[in-house]
């Protein structure tokens, strides 16, 4: 995998010997690790690291506020990172605070197509590929878009990742534009107010609220996408 980034790493019970190897080169997924350490899941220890230093050259193209709503999102999903599998949770948190990459760079204008196919140019997991490109009940947008769901065989992946959609989707939906905690309810409705009635987005928040709302309410359970 490619993805490296340059930190001063050291294992936990290594930390010294760590430090006196100087830094490393390591790959984005292990330095998101450090982000569960509160969770007494870190394999890494990289002092002063966070997750703005370890994604920060990635989203600097977002705008301020969607780069505040993505942070925020990912150190919530790293929060609820333990709901899911550990060899699912670095992967976990890069999609989260990856999801919205897709606005950087408006190749279809759909963006978690546009920013799975980014992060899949950059290294990253088809794992991390397949949450982003269905967050939120994407496949939705998709059909109010006139694009076919046979676009999702591109990120297909071959286990069951319901447990981490349900972290990304809830995260994402329990966070507004500019990085505060907010209801799901007030999520879905600043949203349609900021686009307009007659807007797509609109137009698929507004099928997919039952889908949002249920998936908003916790982090914890699955859900299977389609496509
Ligand atoms: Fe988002």
Known sequence: MRCLVKYRVGRRSTSREGARNGPQRVERNEAALIHMEGAGLAVAIVEGVTMAD?????????????RAHSLAAGRKAAESAMHVGAALRAD????AVLHDIGYRQADTEFHP???????AGQGF????????????????????????????????VDEDLGAAHAVI?????????????????ERLDEICARYGPDDVVTRFITRARPVLLAAGQSPVGSIQVRG
């Open 54 to 66: 370890v994604y920060g050259d990635l989203l600097e193209a977002l705008e301020p506020d969607r």
């Open 169 to 185: 989707w809830w995260a994402d939906m329990t966070t507004g534009p500019q990085g505060q905690d907010v209801t799901v309810e």
């Open 92 to 95: 976990l948190v890069a999609a």
């Open 125 to 156: 997991s088809r794992r991390v590929c397949h949450l982003v490109v269905h967050h939120s009940a994407s496949t939705y947008e998709a059909e109010e878009r006139g694009i076919g769901l046979v676009v999702y065989r591109e990120f297909a």
């Open 113 to 119: 197509l546009d920013g799975a196919r980014f992060l």
